[in-house]
């Protein structure tokens, strides 16, 4: 007798639900024309339609609200889409990205701009770079630094002569499964992937693949693409990836380090975006290279020292000049705003031979 009396009060739950679906939905309009005036506002002063900090600040004042039982994670996920699409009405982003779909690249502009953002796909970095810069995308999403495999060193030398800075930045969880057409470790003769993904997985694909070829290819979401062309390949990717191409998932999470992070710069000409203000929790990236004499690696840390402040990354890169020389990619704690930081980077540079500031932007939790 009980099961009429829960299908009845399942049905009246469900009549409940549809009718806040129907309140949620004209709210959110409401919410969507008025962001259609405020971009007719923009438009005429000139202003950027798209504003990271002020998305970030909408975010924390309602997770700050929020009385559960959702979590904060989850309000911040369905705002930022909230946002992504109102922004959409007003005026689509461009973001070059790397390509194809399923790439974590991807997944990175989606997680900063949301799902509305208009991704423009690119075979490289170095095609991000050159649309962000010429105009073709407003924004850019590149790889930076892996937890287990350091830097991205192309895309730290493609900084050093591009227009564009940082304006924010993106730390993903990275999970590598292997993929392929048939759901079985059998007959694999070939692994493709991006070459960090290869790097990333090198202790797995030793004990289970030992005599495949590992095979460096533009992207993961690329060599995920070749493998649903090849019975006996097979890539290097994430579930995205496995859904996009109808590949098998044949092992999941292949990483040699469980917790695998790939930090992901969001990039902009100045003209699109200037330097986010100070959110309290930022960091300030440049690279500089210094005259080829003892101790002068030395002097750049100096400044820092003298005047509290927290140097995050430094690492080096040639030159290519035949000389020796160095450029030297340096994260510090903060934001130029701040005097001490502003007092520290003048007197960096001039100890400096070559001195550029890369970005200034809220670093992520």
């Known amino acids: 007798m009980s099961q009429p009396q829960q299908s009845d009060s399942l049905a009246a739950l469900r009549v409940q639900i549809d009718a806040l679906?129907?309140?949620?939905?004209?709210?959110?309009?409401?919410?969507a024309r008025l962001a259609e005036q405020v971009g007719d506002i923009k438009r005429q002063e000139g202003s950027p339609f798209f504003r990271p900090d002020r998305v970030a600040q909408v975010i924390e004042k309602i997770q700050r609200a929020n009385p559960g039982p959702l979590l904060n994670q989850?309000?911040?996920?369905?705002?930022?889409?909230?946002?992504?699409?109102?922004?959409?009405?007003?005026?689509?982003?461009?973001?070059?990205?790397?390509?194809?779909?399923?790439?974590?690249?991807?997944?990175?502009?989606?997680?900063?701009?949301?799902?509305?953002?208009?991704?423009?796909?690119?075979?490289?970095?170095d095609e991000v770079f050159h649309a962000t810069a010429a105009g073709t995308a407003q924004y850019g999403v590149v790889g930076m630094e892996n937890s287990t495999e350091g830097v991205v060193a192309r895309s730290l030398d493609l900084f050093l002569r591009s227009p564009v800075h940082v304006v924010g930045e993106v730390s993903l969880l990275i999970r590598h499964n292997l993929l392929r057409q048939v759901n079985s470790l059998e007959g694999v003769e070939v692994v493709l992937a991006h070459?960090?993904?290869?790097?990333?997985?090198?202790?797995?694909?030793?004990?289970?693949?030992?005599?495949?070829?590992?095979?460096?290819?533009?992207?993961?979401?690329?060599?995920?693409?070749?493998?649903?062309?090849?019975?006996?390949?097979?890539?290097?990717?994430?579930?995205r990836a496995a859904a996009q191409f109808g590949l098998h998932i044949v092992a999941h999470a292949i990483q040699d380090e469980a917790y695998n992070r790939t930090r992901f710069a969001v990039i902009a000409l100045p003209q699109t975006l200037a330097m986010p203000p100070a959110s309290g929790r930022d960091c300030t990236s440049l690279v500089?290279?210094?005259?080829?004499?003892?101790?002068?690696?030395?002097?750049?840390?100096?400044?820092?020292?003298?005047?509290?402040?927290?140097?995050?990354?430094?690492?080096?890169?040639?030159?290519?000049?035949?000389?020796?020389?160095?450029?030297?990619?340096?994260?510090?704690?903060?934001?130029?705003?701040?005097?001490?930081?502003?007092?520290?980077?003048?007197?960096?540079?001039?100890?400096?031979?070559?001195?550029?500031?890369?970005g200034a932007y809220p670093v992520t939790e």
């Open 195 to 239: 070459p960090q993904a290869l790097a990333q997985c090198q202790g797995w694909l030793s004990q289970h693949l030992p005599h495949a070829e590992r095979r460096a290819v533009s992207s993961n979401a690329e060599g995920a693409r070749l493998a649903a062309t090849n019975p006996a390949w097979a890539g290097l990717a994430s579930e």
């Open 21 to 31: 679906d129907q309140q949620l939905l004209s709210m959110v309009n409401q919410r």
């Open 288 to 358: 500089v290279s210094v005259p080829n004499r003892p101790g002068a690696v030395h002097d750049l840390l100096v400044p820092l020292k003298n005047n509290g402040v927290s140097m995050t990354r430094f690492e080096s890169r040639p030159a290519k000049s035949g000389q020796w020389e160095y450029y030297f990619y340096i994260d510090i704690a903060g934001h130029p705003s701040q005097p001490n930081v502003q007092a520290a980077l003048n007197e960096l540079q001039g100890l400096c031979a070559f001195y550029k500031v890369l």
């Open 74 to 125: 989850h309000v911040a996920s369905i705002w930022r889409e909230l946002m992504s699409a109102c922004l959409a009405l007003e005026a689509p982003q461009r973001v070059a990205v790397l390509g194809p779909e399923g790439t974590f690249c991807e997944q990175a502009a989606i997680d900063f701009f949301g799902g509305a953002a208009n991704l423009i796909y690119c075979a490289n970095f």
